[in-house]
């Protein structure tokens, strides 16, 4: 799981994702991309801790990727980005990034500060990113149906799902508008397109809007967050024993950190299950929708091959009973089988034998 951070010069980008992976590139390196891997806050392994006292405890991660900034004013700009595309279109999300404050000592971005402008910005040039690839595409198939060959069926299918994708680029709309089906889906996988991922909107915000309302979304973009990327840097510098007061002083509920790693998990469809006991509790990170027998496959392969079925109880029922102990007696433990859908919060025990 890869989340990439793109932002223009002067929109925080950098300092965000020194808030959000505790990692500082030296500023001789900010021209480089920087990779760290961050935990998925959990509260529900926090109660599990308590009941068990594990060895470990072993959360989710995501990985974050720092795209160097880059300014869309010139060409040379825009190659910066060509280069830096392959590491993008191999995330899974898209975190983009805009300057929504205040401050005469950083320079403003094209000498001014104009969220929807600079958001704009990044959009279009993620959709002429796409373009490029689907142009250059079409035009190769176009050529190649007009021969004989044993892909002819298949090259037509292609050409046919590529023209639809040009449309609707050239009408400003993301690929994720243009995936009907399965096959759609298929023949744009290896692409790596960046307008059919998921996308969620920074609003980089002066100190004092911190901790505010939540934003709505733009069209096409799966959420928005607003944040202060230096009080997230200050906030995430804490030892964690002052954490608490600091965040009941700047009347902030949850770190914003906090909130956007949670986002990106879920714009990517992931899910947690729950594993418990006394040598480790663990958050499983899986696609929605994947069956136990899957999700026993997660822990190990042995599991999956010899899976007999798998004894479920839900968190909140758990939390509710107050233990495995009460939560079987008050008849909240499951008996699923091989086809069950796991759900988020499931707290799964495998039965095997192999």
């Known amino acids: 799981m890869k989340a990439a951070i793109i932002g223009l010069p002067f929109s925080g980008k950098s300092t965000l994702f020194a808030a959000t992976t505790s990692h500082r590139p030296d500023p001789g390196e900010m021209t480089q991309e920087h990779l760290a891997v961050v935990h998925v806050p959990d509260a529900r392994l926090d109660f599990l801790t308590k009941l068990y006292n594990p060895k470990k405890v072993t959360l989710a991660t995501i990985e974050f990727v720092d795209i160097p900034g880059f300014s869309l004013a010139d060409a040379q700009g825009r190659q910066q980005l060509r280069k830096h595309l392959p590491t993008i279109r191999n995330s899974d999300v898209l975190v983009l990034v805009v300057r929504d ?7 403003a971005y094209r000498n001014r500060v104009d969220r929807a402008g600079d958001l704009s910005e990044l959009r279009d040039e993620i959709i002429f990113a796409d373009l490029e690839v689907v142009t250059n595409r079409v035009e190769k198939l176009e050529k190649a149906v007009h021969k004989p060959s044993k892909t002819h069926d298949q090259d037509k299918r292609e050409l046919a799902i590529m023209q639809a994708c040009q449309v609707a680029l050239e009408a400003g709309k993301p690929l994720s508008t243009c995936v009907h089906n399965e096959e759609d889906a298929r023949v744009l996988a290896s692409f790596g397109f960046l307008t059919e991922k998921p996308a969620i909107v ?56 906090d909130v956007l790693i949670q986002r990106c998990f879920d714009a990517m469809n992931y899910i947690s299950f ?23 496959g997660k822990i190990h392969s042995d599991l999956a091959r010899g899976f007999i079925r798998a004894e479920t109880v839900a968190y909140d029922d758990l939390v509710a009973t107050g233990d495995l102990k009460g939560a079987k007696a008050a008849g909240k433990v499951r008996q699923e089988g091989k086809t069950y859908i796991v759900q988020d919060g499931d707290i799964l025990n495998i039965k095997f034998n192999v």
Request: proline share 10%.
């Open 101 to 107: 404050f205040e401050n005469p000592s950083v320079p």
């Open 202 to 257: 920074v609003y980089n915000v002066d100190e004092d809007r911190a901790g505010g309302e939540p934003v709505e979304a733009p069209e096409h973009f799966h959420s928005a967050v607003a944040l202060c990327a230096d009080l997230e840097a200050q906030i995430n510098d804490l030892e964690p024993a002052d954490r608490a007061a600091f965040l009941e002083d700047m009347n902030i509920t949850t770190p914003a950190r």
């Open 274 to 296: 729950l594993t418990m006991g006394p040598d480790e509790v663990r958050a499983w990170p899986i696609q929605r929708g994947i069956p136990a027998v899957e999700a026993a």
